[in-house]
């Protein structure tokens, strides 16, 4: 009889959904580096995307694969560490919302997904890294976007790569921060909830399927919008990523609302 923490073979293997994203995100990428596409957006828009679903994908694997070093033992049998989003449990909050909110206003945010059995988790801080894991695996993802600006190594790298690969990186700056929130429904109060008191974490219990919501509204009221994004840039500049490169990115990423003409490319 199989259970849910019986080891099968395909529990760990690598699904062919993620590979075929992958393969867009690789396929893209290159049309984007060689101006291959005839209009740079198109190639933008689907490389960045791609992108975006891996490292989705990778944020919730982080917190599989970490729960399941912490106790929780029937992560592999919910098909979580095969990186096949499918599976996740929160398919809309996990993938389309996130998507949309890019579309919609440049805004990377993650979504819960991954259902963690905490009764078999042991310890606080487990717990609480748990919550951390998908976070801190969008900072990284950042880090190796920004790599070529910070090394100063952009010799050779087309313009349009670079717009590029400076929008992925917000994205992925602006998941960090906005999913270490302590907003209920969020990672960052995934990571306090394990030290506060039993009554108020009945309390929010009702909370997590808005907080997502609720964030992306704040979002946009204007002065909160503005300094939210003034302070992704100040990081993205430490970062050695201008401004101007990761606005370019989202306006090429938005092809079909037509890019302003100083971000103008040739093929």
């Known amino acids: 009889m ?10 760990r293997r690598i699904s062919p959904v993620f590979v075929g994203i992958l393969a867009v995100a690789a396929v893209a990428g290159w049309a984007t580096w060689t101006g291959y596409a005839a209009r740079p957006g198109v ?10 679903v891996v490292s989705l994908c990778l944020h919730e694997y982080a917190h599989a694969r970490t729960a399941l070093h912490s106790g929780d033992i029937t992560i592999g049998a919910k098909g979580y560490l095969t990186l096949n989003p499918l599976k996740y449990t929160h398919a809309l909050l996990s993938i389309v919302l996130p998507v949309l909110f890019v579309i919609m206003g440049g805004i990377g945010l993650p979504g819960g ?9 042991r310890g606080r801080w487990r717990l609480s890294l748990i919550s951390a894991a998908g976070p801190l695996t969008n900072a990284l993802f950042a880090a190796v976007c920004t790599a070529p600006f910070w090394l100063h190594a952009l010799d050779g790298v087309p313009m349009v790569f670079r717009f590029a690969l400076a929008f992925l990186a ?36 009702a909370f997590p399927m808005f907080g997502l919501l609720i964030v992306f509204a704040l979002l946009w009221i204007p002065s909160l919008n503005i300094a939210f994004f003034e302070l992704i840039h100040t990081i993205l500049r430490g970062l050695g990523v201008d401004s101007a490169y990761s606005d370019c990115g989202y306006w090429l990423y938005r092809f079909w609302s037509g890019a302003p003409e100083v971000c103008a490319v040739s093929s």
């Open 2 to 11: 199989t259970t849910a923490t019986t080891r099968r073979p395909g529990d």
């Open 43 to 52: 190639a933008v828009f689907l490389f960045v995307t791609a992108a975006w």
């Open 113 to 121: 997904a991954v259902f963690i059995e905490r009764g078999r988790i």
């Open 170 to 205: 917000l994205l992925q700056v602006t998941a960090a921060l906005l999913n270490l929130l302590p907003v209920p429904g969020l990672d960052g109060y995934g990571v306090l909830e394990p030290w506060l008191p039993y009554g108020v974490r009945r309390q929010v219990e």
